[in-house]
T-cell receptor, first 116, second 111 residues
């Protein structure tokens, strides 16, 4: 099956710093990628939809200036958490549907962010 | 916006028995997709089964099957011959323009 990778798998940073998380579709093209956030024992909450070549679409309540998304190519989307604070500590998961196949959506392994 | 509801936060079942996890959703769309995902402690999302809304036949994948009731907007998952490895969080998901998840059901299979 198709593979989506995320890097890094975990990161610890100091409050006030920025952290970049990469999401790659390894063997298929994805014009759209989704970023989710998951707190412990909770569900996946959609943060934003990343679109190749255009601006991301953010869900209500998600600060676009804090969570910068760039979809630079058909296989790469990045999420940058700017000026991270402890409350940003969470598990971030990206997901990519195969272009033209909305019933096939693949998930990355997730990135655990801890902000001290 | 579409909403997905899983009303069973936790469930347990004896090994080899059958269990059904419930899911309802709300949408005004006619074309969409429904999924059940399993999330083990590793937190990697694993596709269990999917259903296209335009298909009337219920999807099956080995021990996993769904009961899709489009008019009632219901999409339940039945796990037959439960195995210890089925212990995990299970999320129901709705996909149209994006994918949204229910709150999840924590399933424990007891030996």
């Amino acid at each position: 099956g198709a593979v989506v990778s995320q890097h890094p798998s975990w990161v610890i940073c100091k409050s006030g710093t920025s952290v970049k998380i990469e999401c790659r579709s390894l063997d298929f093209q994805a014009t759209t990628m989704f970023w989710y956030r998951q707190f412990p024992k909770q569900s996946l909450m959609l943060m934003a939809t990343s679109n190749e070549g255009s601006k991301a679409t953010y869900e209500q309540g998600v600060e676009k200036d804090k969570f910068l998304i760039n979809h630079a190519s058909l296989t790469l989307s990045t999420l940058t958490v700017t000026s991270a604070h402890p409350e940003d500590s969470s598990f971030y998961i990206c997901s990519a549907p195969r272009t033209g196949a909305p019933n096939e959506q693949f998930f990355g392994p997730g990135t655990r962010l801890t902000v001290l | 916006a579409q909403t997905v509801t899983q009303s069973q936060p936790e469930m347990s079942v004896q090994e080899a028995e059958t269990v059904t996890l419930s899911c309802t959703y709300d949408t005004s769309e006619s074309n969409y997709y429904l999924f059940w995902y399993k999330q083990p402690p590793s937190r990697q999302m694993i596709l269990v089964i999917r259903q296209e809304a335009y298909k009337q036949q219920n999807a099956t994948e080995n021990r996993f099957s769904v009961n899709f009731q489009k008019a009632a907007k219901s999409f339940s998952l039945k796990i037959s011959d439960s195995q210890l490895g089925d212990t995990a969080m299970y999320f129901c998901a709705f996909r149209n323009n994006d994918m949204r998840f229910g709150a999840g059901t924590r399933l424990t299979v007891k030996p």
